[in-house]
């Protein structure tokens, strides 16, 4: 007994100094006392003797042991823990009451062991040994709330390891159980409650059941009823835990109320020198921190900022937790920034605050990075205020690098610093426009983008900050495609599906995917896009708190949208939505915004209300607009970007009113901002480039009312300018070059320049090329591309410009712009395509848009005009296609009510009324025309045409026109004055410098027209007056003729330009034939000359040797003979310097290229071929300037031209409709004499068809299938002649123009044969097609004839200059030896498919081989690879090989079918291997080509044998011009030509050859060219071929020789 006393003793000693060792902080040497005690304890009692004393005594030990292995870890601890409870357990059976005890010792010491080693079969055996325990313990045990705290236990230990949520419910069943065992009032009642709750709230975390944090809640507010006072404080924080995490999940703010409330309480019970107080002080002013961020109620900061300025004030300086209060505090007060007037203030003690926190940190602390991050926030956000110091934001940059300095790849926090350094480089972009800052902040964009976000904050963060880098990119740097933004939309969704708990970042999220959308539409144009941006701009506004700055500046990007919205559909509600967005965002900015919101907001309500006053023109919303943007300049600071920004707006609003009121004030006023603006922005500011252009548009429009090319000039400038500040990817590029096209086309319509419209055409195509997801533009590209062909065929009347015009109408009309709806704008352009060309019957008369009300899809009133505009054009159209009277009345109409409409509303001068009065007087024109020259529809068109106000060339003209016409039909005092005005008018332009060329040109010879045919109709001899009036006239013509073929890019574009020349020499020649008199005389030669030839005359004019010119002024010779060469080699050069492109545009069509681009130069500034030929002129007229050098280049006058009569007279043949003469030059320096010849322009019209009809019977080609199958005419087999004979047209050729010339010369006396002379005969006009070389007259009664061959020995020559250059090229000689004369020798017996074969020509080179020694022959087959046999059959004879051969030629002779294409004279030519042709452009090209290789030249001054058909052919169109092979060859150099008029026998060409090189290598001339006369030879062998009487005429006639 005593033994069992003396053991409980030592326990219950035991246990006192366990329990003491259990206070804080623990006792070592307690713990061990116990253990000491409970040792001596078990071995004073017999274990044998009292089993359950020994039992209890070892549960005790092994708790003893487990207690201080907890508290201090020993593992021997926890073993001896086991061990001995496991002895214990074993001691009594398991119907022993204090069974179960030993259980759950045991149980509890592998729990702790499971703990310890983590090994699962440890749990396994506590959860064996905790279901034990608990079935020995049925409800009523008294051990059973022991067994179930266990048993709960081993089940959190389970979960623990597995996470399975199911055991979560187990838990909290039996911890319900176990809190029904321990009711209120039980000691460990509180803690049940705690343990529920936590795992209630685990549950909640995982499954989001708000019953669970309901019950929680619930728990913890009952547990917190069972104490009060200062005991309180841990239930407080536990209850507040719950709380917080409910209010995280369903933003209940009565929670957070409750929160608030319990830090209070909290904070009530800490005294203030109590340690804790920092702590609980510290987390209440966080609870009114997070209530501050999600409510934005800025009365919080009255209980926020003092709790902060307490917790500075309590805590020490060097605390170490200072820092940390302090950068909490700054994290406060800059939430206050953004909800406060106090910007300032609040952001210098945000950064002091920081840069505390900075200084408090080492640089070695971990923290520090983190510290570094947010001094820089402070200084980014104090950057941005007004009148902040620039420095703050580098400072911040810098900052931002050093934190990354500090933070390392791994590091979790490096992802905060990269996107908040790009952000901020992001902004230094925008206000310093360094693309190194933008470029820098996109690869820190990229890096991040590597990161594993934490959450999806950062997600969003990074959405916006990269979106919103990239819409830069696209806007200043790179042209962005459609995949891009699809990329940018898609991440924008992904960052929309985020569940964030920042409802600022869900705003932000929201409006930046908005912005994303509308810039994809401004690429793509499709309204499904903008449609999607316009809800998602919505929520972003209801999702911002009120008074967020991002609100408004997000109601601002969302009004924007509704503006573009406008834009594209003109939808009045879409401009007056954007206008009440604008209301509300500036009702929502404060007068001392700081954000300079304010200021943006004014701005954009005032250009919304200048698109309202467009589209309806009320001058309420163009006041308003202009006040508003005056209230912005006004809330600007000097110098500040903003300022810029207003003076643009009032700039726009003053043009706009302008536009309307046409006052000049208002456009000077909209100069003067727009200068301002300029001056306000540096040049590196990216908006600088749009305000230049703006202030160049503007500049256009003064150019378009005063006409000084000073503004024009500098708007190009400008625009260039804008356009070089910008990279060629960026859509802004492509936006300044249209500006550019749309301004040199407008110059273009004043002064006609060919340079601006050829530029312009090279920018349309650059614009094509730059943006072609842009279908919008691209419309708008097409529509410009297809004014410039039609302009720029008004000059040169080229048909492949109007081809050009035909197809790019057709791509406008088809074009799809890609969208469900299409825009007013793209309507209009459509129909001013579709009315474009005149005679067009395709004509949909759009509806009325008279009754159509004000919300229709216009841009602005003016659109109402323009449709109903175009409305009567098509149906004038319609009329001029017809003559239907109702599209008359109907048109008469639509334009009388315009009229009416625009009276009292439009000036006089607007563009308009212009426009309106134009087009009446064409439409009752053209009733005049059609309806029976009714005389009061004419005075109508006179009368429209004089209110229409004409101030360009083209207007007058007209009205010119009109006035000669009503003088024609109606003779009258009256209309004698009117005439009078009208040849002033043609004076007038004709003599103005600022009008177009080709507009000056007609206006010239309606002058002189008029003049001259008033005097023949009503006079019967020119009184002075008259004489110099019609005199003057011709001669303007004739100087302005040779700047009207530089109109042309090139020799094809050339003929085009002079297309309306042609009849101009012989009127002119006319007229001073009739006024009589030697001087008149002579200058009817040079008229006659002038006129003619004008291509082949500038082409030789760039051939012109500059040798004199380069001992007195060496630079300019080398400069001229630079130029020269250049546009040689672009008159006749490869299609890529003058002709039509080999490769085809994006479009499909071929690009006509006229132009080039230095190297490494201003790609906005094109180098055309116009721009060459005025810098050629400047340099020729500088030459002019050198003494001896007055008269370079010019033409020549009469005294030079009469020297063409050394070697025979000269013979130039006029026609016109009233006179028909010969101006016939007889012997050197003498003076034309006058012939009157008795043919008529009708007469010879007439034979020429009769000509064509015999002469193409030999081809073959009848009169019906000439049109169609003149390419092919001199390649078909014969046919029968027709009724009249060749024989019939030579004696009409004798009788009414041959005879009265021969007998002027010879009175008809025939010289001996060999004693005649040669006469060289130019023929103008009709006469280019006669054979006068051939006049034959056919006695009645007798054999004995006439013929011109009896008298003279005939040659022909373009002109007279043409004859004294070929007369100036010294033929190669030499007396000794015949090898310095070259033959090359081609033929073609096989042309290929479509071409009859000519055999003849085999015959013709074996002549040609039989005459010339075989030193004297050129070759075509390779050298050292002779292949006669193959030459023979053509084999080699190509273009290229011919072209190769003929620099070394003397003597060409060409033996194959000629092709004369009639529509394109230069694609006349030979007809070589495969159907390949040897044409007149390749051989213009190839003389340069041989003066760049160092050739000789061509011919060098040699003979052309072109035994081939109309080699010497005329074109029709422009007769004069002689765009033949056989002047071809004078051009290349040949001095000599034998050539045909029409198609040549195939069996007369090797008698032809035969006797031409049986004379050149004859015993007289034995190959010397200086010695050998062609025109002789080819006279006795066509006199041999007449004599045998066998040969018809036509065969022999064709033959002729041309040159010297």
Not at 1226 to 1239: H, R, S, W
Request: aromatic share 6%; with cysteine; glycine share 6%.
């Amino acid at each position: 007994m005593k033994t069992r006393e003396e053991a409980l003793l030592l326990a219950q000693e035991a246990s006192a100094w366990l329990t003491s060792g259990k206070n804080r902080p623990a006792q070592r040497d307690h713990f061990d006392k116990a253990i000491l005690l409970y040792e001596r304890a078990r071995n004073v009692v017999n274990m044998e003797d009292d089993r359950v004393l020994y039992a209890s005594i070892l549960r005790q030990l092994a708790i003893a042991h487990k207690q201080r292995f907890h508290h201090f870890g020993a593992k021997r601890d926890l073993r001896d823990a086991i061990s001995v409870s496991t002895v214990a357990l074993n001691l009594l059976p398991n119907d022993h009451p204090a069974y179960v005890n030993g259980l759950l010792c045991a149980g509890k010491c592998v729990l702790t062991r499971y703990y310890s080693s983590g090994k699962a079969r440890e749990l396994d055996i506590a959860t064996s040994l905790a279901q034990a325990s608990l079935s020995l313990c049925p409800e009523g045990h008294p051990e059973r709330e022991a067994a179930l705290e266990y048993w709960v236990d081993t089940l959190c230990a389970k979960y623990q390891k597995d996470e399975d949520p199911d055991d979560l419910d187990l838990i909290i069943a039996q911890q319900e159980s176990l809190l029904e065992l321990r009711p209120p009032g039980h000691p460990l009642c509180a803690q049940s409650l705690l343990y529920l709750s936590d795992t209630l709230i685990c549950r909640f975390k995982i499954r989001s059941e708000r019953d669970d944090i309901d019950y929680a809640v619930h728990l913890l507010k009952e547990r917190l009823a069972m104490t009060q006072g200062a005991s309180s404080i841990p239930f407080l924080l536990d209850y507040c835990a719950a709380l917080s995490t409910r209010y995280r999940k369903f933003r209940d703010l009565v929670d957070h109320d409750l929160i608030i409330s319990c830090r209070e309480e909290i904070l009530s019970y800490t005294p203030h020198d109590h340690p804790s107080r920092f702590g609980r002080l510290h987390e209440l002013a966080r609870a009114w921190h997070d209530r501050l961020r999600d409510t934005g109620d800025v009365t919080c900061f009255d209980k926020l900022v003092p709790l902060y300025e307490e917790l500075m004030q309590t805590i020490p300086p060097r605390h170490q937790d200072r820092k940390q209060v302090a950068t909490d505090f700054a994290n406060a007060l800059n939430s206050r920034v953004g909800l406060s007037t106090l910007a300032l203030a609040c952001h210098d003690r945000i950064v002091s605050l920081r840069e505390e926190a900075v200084n408090a940190c080492s640089p070695q602390d971990p923290s520090n990075p983190t510290f570094l991050s947010c001094l820089a926030d402070a200084l980014k956000g104090r950057s941005s205020q007004p009148r902040a110091n620039s420095a703050d934001l580098d400072r911040a940059i810098t900052v931002y690098k050093e934190a990354l300095g500090y933070i390392t790849l791994d590091n979790d926090t490096r992802l905060d610093c990269t996107l908040s350094l790009a952000s901020s480089l992001r902004w230094r972009y925008i206000r310093d426009a360094r693309s190194e800052d933008l470029l820098e902040a996109r690869s820190l964009f990229v890096e991040a983008r590597r990161f594993e976000y934490p959450d999806d904050e950062y997600h969003a963060v990074f959405y916006t900050g990269y979106a919103s880098v990239e819409i830069l990119h696209f806007r200043d740097v790179e042209n962005p495609t459609v995949p891009v933004w699809d990329r940018l939309v898609e991440a924008g969704e992904r960052a929309l599906a985020l569940p964030l708990d920042d409802r600022v970042q869900r705003a932000g999220v929201r409006a930046m995917h908005a912005q994303v959308l509308q810039n994809k539409f401004t690429l793509t144009w499709d309204t499904d896009v903008l449609d999607r941006a316009l809800p998602v701009y919505r929520e972003a506004v209801e999702t911002f708190p009120v008074g967020h700055p991002e609100l408004r500046l997000c109601m601002v990007k969302m009004a924007d949208a509704f503006k573009v919205l406008y834009l594209m559909y003109h939808k009045k509600e879409h401009v007056e939505e954007a206008i009440k967005i604008f209301e509300d965002a500036l009702e929502l900015v404060p007068e001392d915004d700081p954000f300079r919101v304010r200021v943006q907001t004014l701005c954009g309500l005032s250009d919304a209300l200048c698109l309202l006053y467009t589209h309806r023109g009320d001058e309420e919303d163009i006041e308003r607009a202009l006040a508003l943007g005056s209230q912005a300049l006004r809330c600007t600071d000097a110098n500040d970007k903003d300022q810029a920004t207003a003076h643009r707006v009032m700039a726009k609003a003053s043009r706009a009113r302008y536009q309307r009121r046409r006052s000049l004030p208002d456009l000077e006023n909209a100069l003067t901002h727009h200068e301002q603006s300029v001056l306000l922005l540096h040049e590196r500011d990216p908006t600088y480039s749009n305000v230049i252009g703006e202030l160049g548009m503007a500049l256009m429009l003064r150019y378009e009312v005063l006409g000084d090319r000073a503004d024009s000039d500098r708007a190009i400038t400008l625009q260039r300018q804008a356009a070089r500040a910008c990279h060629p990817s960026q859509p802004a590029y492509a936006e300044y070059l249209g500006n550019i096209v749309t301004m040199l086309f407008t110059r273009n319509r004043q002064y006609g320049d060919p340079g601006d419209v050829e530029e312009a055409l090279v920018h349309c195509r650059t614009v094509l090329a730059l943006r072609p997801d842009d279908r919008v533009r691209t419309l708008l590209c097409l529509s410009e591309m297809m004014y410039g062909f039609m302009a720029r065929h008004a000059q040169t009347d080229d048909p492949r410009d109007w081809e050009q015009v035909r197809r790019v109408r057709e791509m406008i009309l088809e074009f799809d712009v890609a969208g469900k709806k299409t825009s007013y704008s793209v309507k209009v352009l459509k129909g001013n395509a579709l009315t474009s060309l005149p005679g067009c019957t395709d004509l949909d008369v759009p509806p009325d848009a008279s009754n159509g009300d004000d919300d229709g899809e216009y841009t602005s009133v003016d659109d109402k005009e323009q449709s109903l505009l175009l409305n009567a054009r098509m149906h004038s159209l319609r009329f001029e296609a017809t003559q239907d009277p109702s599209a008359f009345s109907h048109a008469q109409q639509t334009y009388l009510q315009l009229l009416e409409n625009t009276s009292e509303s439009l000036a006089a001068s607007h563009p308009n009324r212009v426009v309106i009065h134009k087009s009446l007087s064409d439409l009752f024109y053209s009733r005049y025309k059609h309806s029976g020259r009714d005389i009061p529809d004419l005075d109508a068109a006179i009368a429209h045409a004089q209110s229409a106000l004409p101030t360009s060339g083209v207007d007058k003209v007209r009205l010119g026109r009109l006035l000669a016409e009503r003088h024609w039909e109606c003779v009258t005092p009256e209309d004698e004055r009117q005439l009078l005005v009208a040849m002033k008018l043609f004076k007038d332009v004709s003599r103005s410098s600022t009008c177009p060329l080709h507009v000056r040109f007609h206006a010239a010879r309606f002058w002189a027209g008029v003049a001259a045919e008033h005097t023949f109709a009503f006079a019967v001899a020119f009184d002075a007056g008259s004489k110099a009036m019609a005199m003057e006239g011709y001669r303007v013509a004739f100087e302005l003729l040779p700047q009207l073929a530089w109109l042309g890019s090139d020799v094809r574009a050339s003929l085009g330009a002079i297309k309306n020349a042609v009849g101009l020499s012989a009127e002119a020649a006319r007229c001073a034939v009739v006024v009589g008199g030697s001087l008149t005389r002579r200058e009817a030669v040079e008229f006659l000359e002038a006129g003619r030839s004008v291509v082949w005359t500038q082409a030789t004019g760039l051939r012109t040797p500059v040798e004199e010119v380069e001992r007195v002024a060496p630079a300019l010779a080398t400069r001229l003979r630079v130029l020269s060469r250049t546009l040689e080699g672009g008159e006749f050069g490869s299609d890529a310097a003058g002709a039509f492109s080999s490769s085809s545009s994006s479009f499909g069509w071929p690009v006509f290229v006229p132009w080039k681009v230095e190297p490494g130069g201003d790609t906005t500034v094109v180098q055309t071929h116009w721009h060459l030929r005025q810098e050629w002129f400047s340099v020729v007229q500088s030459i002019r300037g050198l003494p001896g050098f007055e008269h370079f280049l010019e033409k020549k006058p009469y005294e030079a031209l009469a020297r063409v009569a050394r070697g025979g007279p000269v013979v130039v043949l006029v026609s016109h409709a009233s006179l028909s003469v010969a101006l016939v030059v007889a012997e050197e320096g003498a003076q034309p004499e006058c012939v009157p010849l008795k043919t008529s322009l009708k007469k010879l019209t007439a034979l020429h068809v009769s000509l064509r009809r015999v002469a193409n019977s030999r081809g073959g080609a009848g009169e019906e299938e000439e049109e169609e199958e003149e390419e092919l005419r001199a390649g078909r087999p014969k046919q029968a002649p027709k009724a009249q004979s060749g024989d019939t047209i030579l004696s009409a050729l004798w009788t009414d123009v041959a005879e009265p010339i021969i007998k002027h010369l010879t009175d008809l006396k025939k010289p001996k044969l060999e004693d005649r002379k040669r006469i060289w005969w130019c023929t103008v006009g009709a006469f280019v097609f006669m054979p006068i070389h051939a006049a034959t007259a056919t006695a009645t009664n007798t054999t004995d004839t006439s013929s011109v061959s009896d008298f003279f020995v005939s040659s022909y020559t373009p002109t007279l200059e043409a004859l004294l250059n070929a007369r100036a090229r010294s033929p190669p000689s030499s007396p000794t030896t015949t090898t310095t004369t070259k033959v090359l020798a081609a033929i073609q017996p096989n042309p290929g498919s479509g071409w009859s074969p000519l055999p003849s020509t085999r015959a013709e080179l074996d002549e040609v081989r039989s005459s010339v020694p075989a030193a004297n022959l050129l070759r075509l087959s390779p050298d050292g690879d002779a292949d006669a046999e193959g030459e023979r059959e053509g084999k080699y004879t190509t273009p290229e090989t011919i072209l190769a051969r003929l620099p070394d030629a003397s003597v060409l002779h060409l033996a194959c079918h000629g092709d004369q294409v009639v529509r394109d004279p230069l694609r006349s030519g030979f007809v070589v291997r495969g159907g390949e042709r040897l044409t007149v452009e390749m051989l213009m090209r190839s003389h340069e080509r041989c003066r760049t290789e160092g050739g000789g030249g061509g011919g060098g001054g040699g003979v052309a044998v072109l035994s081939a058909c109309h080699t010497a052919g005329g074109d029709r169109e422009r007769p004069d011009e002689a765009i033949n092979l056989a002047s071809a060859m004078l051009f290349v150099g040949f001095r000599s030509v034998l050539a045909t008029m029409w198609p040549m026998g195939d069996a007369d060409g090797p008698t032809i050859t035969r006797a031409v090189y049986g004379a050149l290598f004859g015993e007289d001339v034995r190959g010397d060219l200086g010695r050998f006369c062609l025109a002789r030879t080819l006279d006795g062998v066509v006199r041999e071929m007449r004599a045998t009487g066998r040969v018809r005429s036509e065969r022999w006639a064709t033959f002729i020789h041309v040159g010297a």
